[in-house]
């Protein structure tokens, strides 16, 4: 046996690998630059422009939570199509709160929407994990009726931008040392969820869960428990989000949010989080996020008709499954092929 | 081995007869998930035509029936893809292209007859293109189709962006709505028909309708049966575009319009219907007339509702309950039975991985 | 990390677990009726018996995969219930089983602590600390795997000792090993021994499942065997011999098992000639005569499977030739090499041999489900007339023909899986591990079936780890190492220790 060769190569291999896995969110910060460099050289205003490093990191700030919700339920190898509905849900609530009882402080809003996304979201999250029912029937259930739930509740009808208290309708817009402040919002979930994945047990359960879910139960992983905390957690920030849209866009009617499942997982799955589940992080769905909205913004300023954005969004998820088929497929050659050296 | 009766000679101790089946008939077309449905139709249908004024009509007949037909006939084939293990969500979408096709091929003035036909092109083109990148590429159809749900219903409204087409062929637009003379039946349900017969017997009565139970409930048997796994799946994404260019087409006639976002959301009715007549998500189980009972049951609901002035976001709770229901609804009934009988059954614990020796 | 082990240090000797009279049904399958097992600390005990004599029954409901129907089941002096592996896990028992299961997608390191991560300040992961750990746990095994590495890409053995290192970590009392060296090479096998028997002299307690008399007597102070769900005997290994072992574990004479009656050797039906895949194979030449029942030995994960995969077209190869009677069976296409008349009877019988909730005619008509057809249609009859007529021939227990297999017992389930292979009327039948997992009974019903098959032309390839099986049956045997052919033995050279020898050591000629 050549047992110490075999595993100095493999170890330099697992290096390589490893490297790789973390330049997968290096690759779509670079793709996002040379969208940024492209764009500005056709029309400077997009970054150079008043407002142009504002809207470059406020117009991403709510898709941003959105996909990190989502990356850490697409994590665990499931999914969750009802963010939109939720969305939508929790920000008809933090306007109907704000007309309901005025004065209400502003933290307290903010409170009600993202327990009450976390709520939705644990409806998910006992459907999939207690009646062992598969998450893409039932989100997409919930977003159905979720949906329903907004437009029957609304009776639709608009909450208006008159209607919101001033301050928080400034918050939604505002900066921070010239920073928007729901980008600040952002980076803060971010990094939270980011350090939770890698730091915590729980983050690390997460990814042995969606790596293989029967040997998570042969682990003894409680796998009924973080699959409820994951859907809880995707609930809760698209709650946040839906208050967060309020305070940004002011007008509210029950469509609120809707299709930005779709872009919510786009976005995860172009920042590398396998749609089964064990791999990716919630730095790529972040980027990806970033790299998608930026890109709808750049469309028109490079002469396309912003109508072909969703186009647009299809050949780029379609693009990053097809990219980490092919790498995955190379890297189990590769360790074939270590391992036939090792033999002969 | 044609000397049978040597070969038996050691092995068999006795010689066995086997019944052809372990119930009596009744048992076995009566206590089925697909005649639940049926019955549910039945009911739905009886309360409604009772309780609702003016609902039992042939002109509510006719809507319902004219309504139904696209979901109808992607649910075709999206039944079958389903018990072969895979999921279309891009149908809708591709509804949507083959309807803004359509209309801009036939406003460039291309014949419509032409233009019907690459419509059916590009359905069978995108079909082919799911097909591949599932089969050939190796990727999940759930991504797929999420992505190509984004990239075909984007080009859909890249070509026609905010303006629609509203002028079609006279001739077309009233045969997509006629009825048969004094009846509520739509002239389509002729087309429709000959589709659920032609599906119905390529599901349930060909080798290659075993072939896609077999692929759907345990890939690997089907494979080392000499199933050609692959080419049955690209098959059926191409049977899948098809079918929805089809449901485009007449979609288009059926309401004389060609938008980008028509038809949006559409795959979520149709898989709902699939699931609730019967078609098990994870693939290897369903049969056709439950489908069809599912749609008319969605349908028949949603007819109902409308009548009774419920609004759509209602019709919305419902179905999207329906689709929870019908998917919960196995996981109850079967955590029932191992709470009745937990003695029989191995702990859920049993995993796949470690096999019994 | 630290269980309840330290207040319960066990004196080497002492009683730490012990089932009494336990049983576990599964539907009308009763996998165990009377299982039996004392397990002391500082001893290494052996588990024997046949397949499907209800060992891993025993193991999964230690582990608390299973819960028992009935019995006792006594540890540290204790009843206990185990409702999870977590249970059984925080009891300080630790398995082994025979196929690793580990997080692909995870390192080593998080494979070995997950679930149980080491912790520093705000409950934050100490990689630093695992990782340190590792690397002392994998010294001691004498091994050098990179704990950063992802476990996708381990060999089977690398994946094993990561189990292995896992178990320890535990800081288990109690270790269940379920066949740990089935795909072990000698070296790493022996590195497993040293290993486990410091373990047993730190005064845990250990149970060790295996096949192999050798491995047992080299390693165990005391055995206990099982046949048929039950148990029989437990004895300290001095007081016992092999033949005395092998009669307790089959319940009868051994000679008489394997009844492979001499029959003239026809043409050459199979010629595989240097069939390679990288990865897999190499240079794999042989061939088959009708009449001839070939024997393929080897460890697991030698490649057997992999070759028997190849010929018959599921997976594909690089190079090399593969001819049936003459003509040429093309490269992973099954469906021409069943029309050319190849049939395999696969390895796994629930994943690979039939489709479990679906009908027994459904099932043994799937491999013909194409000429069965007429005018391109296939009717419920036309299979129910095939199927009845073979399920009877082989004497398949069942009522009806739309029985579903799941409710069928092993054996009965390994019939259909040949009658469905034989209804394709094959010339070249490879059946891989064909007596698997079912009861003494059908094994010898399968055993004169083949001998039958051989003496009416059919040419057979068959695959077993089971040595006296592959002795008693075979004409020929094929052994294969590390996806080498190592040796071609004709039945009157073959022994036992011939046939180790091979499966065990590169060939002298071989480079």
Known sequence: ?344 | MTETDTLVAPVTRESRKYAAYGSPLWQRVLLTREFAVIIAVIIVAIVACSSIPKFATPLTLSYLLLDLTPVLLIALPMTLILISGEIDLSVASTVGISNVVLGFLYAGGVPIELAMVICLAVGLFVGALNGFLVTVVGLPSLAVTIGTLALFRGIAVGILGTTSITTFPAFYKSLANANFPRTGIPLVMVLVAALVIVFALLLHFTPFGRGIFATGRAREVARFSGVRVKRTKFILFLLSGLLASLAGIYYTFRYGSSRGDNAVGLELTVIAAVLLGGVSIFGGRGALHGVIAGVVLIGLLQSALRFSNVTSDVINIVTGALLMASVVAPTVFAWLKSRLFSRFFPSPHATRKVRLQ | MVMSTASMRAEAGDVVLELRGVSKSFGPVQALRDGELVLRAGSIHALMGENGAGKSTIVKIIAGLYQRDSGEFVLGGETVHFRSTADSKQSGIAVIYQEPTLFPDLSVTENIFMGRHLLKSFGRIDRAAMRGHVRRLFQRLGVDIDPDRPAEGLSIADQQIIEIAKAISLEARILIMDEPTAALSEVEASRLFAVARSLRDEGRAILFISHRFDEVYDLCDTITVMRDGAYISTDRIEATTVAGIVRKMVGRDVDSLYPKQTVPIGDVVLKVEKLTSTGQFHDISFEVRAGEIVGLAGLVGAGRSEVARAIFGIDSYESGTVTLEGRVVPRLNTVAAMQLGIALVPEDRRQQGIVLPFGLARNSTLAIKSSLARFGFITNRSENRSAADWLARLSVKANALDTSTATLSGGNQQKVVLAKWLATNPTLLIVDEPTRGIDVGTKADVHALLSKLAGEGLAIIMISSELPEVLGMADRILVMREGHMTADIPRSEATAETVMFSATHERRSAV
């Not at chain 1, 109907?96 to 209400?104: E, K, N, T, Y």
């Not at chain 1, 207690?130 to 979720?146: E, H, N, Q, S």
């Not at chain 1, 928007?180 to 047990?201: E, M």
């Not at chain 1, 796998?223 to 940004?248: C, D, E, K, P």
């Open chain 1, 1 to 344: 046996m050549t047992t110490l060769t075999r595993a100095k190569n493999e170890g330099a291999l697992a290096g390589a690998a490893g490297a790789f896995a973390r330049s997968r969110e290096l690759g779509v910060l670079l793709a996002f630059l040379l969208l940024l460099i492209v764009t500005v050289s056709q029309n400077p205003l997009f970054l150079f422009g008043p407002d142009g490093p504002r809207d470059l990191l406020l117009s991403p700030a709510i898709l941003v939570i959105l996909a990190t919700g989502q990356a850490i339920v697409l994590i665990t190898r499931n999914i969750d199509l009802s963010v939109g509905s939720v969305l939508g849900l929790s920000a008809w609530l933090t306007g109907r709160l704000f007309i309901d009882f005025p004065g209400i402080p502003v933290l307290l809003v903010v409170l009600a929407g993202v327990c009450f996304g976390a709520l939705l979201g644990m409806v998910n999250g006992l459907l999939v994990a207690i009646a062992k029912a598969p998450a893409l029937v039932v989100t997409l259930g919930t977003l159905y009726a979720y949906r329903g739930i907004n437009v029957a509740w609304s009776h639709s009808s608009m909450i208006n931008a008159t209607q919101l208290p001033h301050d928080f309708l400034a918050f939604g817009i505002g900066t921070v040392f010239g920073i928007p402040s729901l980008a600040i919002v952002a980076v803060v979930v971010l990094l939270a969820a980011a350090w939770y994945l890698k730091n915590k047990r729980g983050g690390r359960e997460f990814y042995a869960i969606g790596s293989d879910p029967e040997a998570a139960r042969l682990y003894g992983l409680n796998v009924t428990r973080r699959l409820l905390i994951a859907f809880a957690a995707s609930g809760a920030l698209a709650g946040l989000s839906g208050v967060l849209f309020t305070a940004r866009y002011g007008t509210i009617d029950s469509q609120a949010g809707s299709g930005l499942e779709l872009s919510a997982v786009a976005a995860a799955v172009i920042g590398g989080v396998a749609i089964f589940g064990g791999s990716g992080s919630v730095w790529g769905a972040g980027i990806g996020a970033l790299l998608l909205v930026s890109i709808n913004r750049a469309l028109p300023l490079l002469g396309i008709p912003d109508f072909w954005q969703q186009a647009v969004v299809g050949v780029l998820i379609l693009g990053a499954i097809v990219l980490d088929r092919i790498l995955s497929l190379r890297q189990a050659h590769r360790f074939t092929s270590i391992r036939e050296s090792s033999h002969d």
